[in-house]
């Protein structure tokens, strides 16, 4: 198959490896912009474009699709197919309808629940004890298109996002290798999607990252993992922002916040029940596990975050 690539990130970025080594012709590569990064902000390629390059595949960053410019590129090329994964732009519908295959998206969700930006997170915030990717038609909506094909992985109850993240990019890159032999055939099918079980992934917003306890235990490790590693929860200490990035649920009460032990890490409150925080990063610090932070901070029973 002729593919044209779209996208961004690590995510798409393993979909994009499984086609190349899968032996199909890439003609072209789309992808975000060079952003600034790093202490010196110089420009940095996407994990996506910097790999393009390095094979020799043609990679365009367009600040819009909505041009002529991108039309006459896009049809230039003659693919036979658009693959989509994590590309952050909306496609209008001129662009949908170049390729006789269609655009084909990698969700990184079992549609329609959780269409959206932010599957992985929300799967894991939500406490999804299963999730799995979908290979899909692409639509004028949101992750509303035909499903082509589905896959279903576990997310056990102590899985981050980030591990969860991996786990589905390398699902996204099997699932994609076998659209396309299917599409080679002439095999694939489509199922239209239903309402049933609809749901959305929003983006994540930074101050969401804010944990002040008052949920239930479970909600708040919930929250910890599915906010890991990026951008990580966070809560304050004597005035200085912690990172959370992992814990385990328990059963101490107490006012929400409140530090009840620091046996086997930092236990706290919550408004139902208690987490106990294993791993986190102290303001202007790296991360580190729990019983090395209480080595050099002085934080005892009865301290309370938030105050």
Same mark, same amino acid.
């Given at each position: ?8 990130p690590?995510?798409?970025?393993? /979909? ?31 994990p ?34 658009f ?16 390729p006789?295959?269609g ?11 959780l269409?959206?930006?932010?599957? *992985? ?33 576990? *997310? ?14 390398v ?16 095999l ?61 649920v ?19 409150a919550c408004?139902?029940?208690?987490? *106990? *925080?294993?791993?986190?990063?102290p ?8 019983? /090395? ?15």
């Amino acid at each position: 198959m002729r593919v044209v690539f779209m996208g961004t990130p690590e995510f798409a970025l393993t /979909s994009l490896k499984a086609i190349y080594d899968a032996g199909h012709d890439i003609a072209l590569v789309v992808s975000q912009p060079d952003k600034p990064s790093g202490r010196g902000y110089a420009l940095t390629p996407s994990p996506v474009k910097k790999f393009a390059l390095e094979k020799g595949i043609e990679v365009v960053t367009p600040a819009s699709m909505r041009t002529e410019e991108a039309d006459r590129l896009l049809r230039s090329v003659n693919a036979d197919v658009f693959v989509v994964a994590a590309f952050g732009k909306i496609l209008p519908q001129n662009i949908l309808d170049i390729p006789p295959h269609g655009c084909i998206c990698v969700h990184a969700s079992l549609l329609p629940a959780l269409r959206g930006a932010a599957p *992985i997170n929300r799967a894991v915030m939500e406490g999804h004890d299963k999730g799995g990717i979908t290979i899909m038609y692409m639509d004028a909506g949101i992750d509303t298109g035909d499903i082509i094909l589905q896959r279903a992985i576990p *997310i056990p109850e102590d899985m981050t996002a980030g591990e969860y993240h991996d786990k589905m990019a390398v699902l996204g890159g099997e699932l994609i290798t076998e659209y396309l032999s299917l599409a080679e055939k002439g095999l694939v099918t489509r199922t239209p999607q239903t309402e049933d079980g609809a749901s959305y992934a929003n983006k994540i917003d930074k101050k969401e990252a804010y944990e002040d306890f008052s949920r239930s235990a479970r909600e708040t490790h919930n929250r910890i993992r599915g906010l890991a590693p990026y951008p990580a929860a966070y809560a304050l200490l004597n005035g200085k922002r912690i990172k959370l990035f992992a814990s385990s649920v328990s059963d101490g009460c107490g006012a929400p916040g409140t530090v009840l032990s620091t046996e086997k890490g930092i236990e706290i409150a919550c408004g139902e029940g208690s987490v *106990i *925080i294993t791993a986190l990063q102290p303001e202007g610090k790296g991360k580190m596990d729990a019983q /090395s932070f209480l080595r050099g901070n002085s934080v005892k029973k009865g301290d309370i975050f938030n105050v």
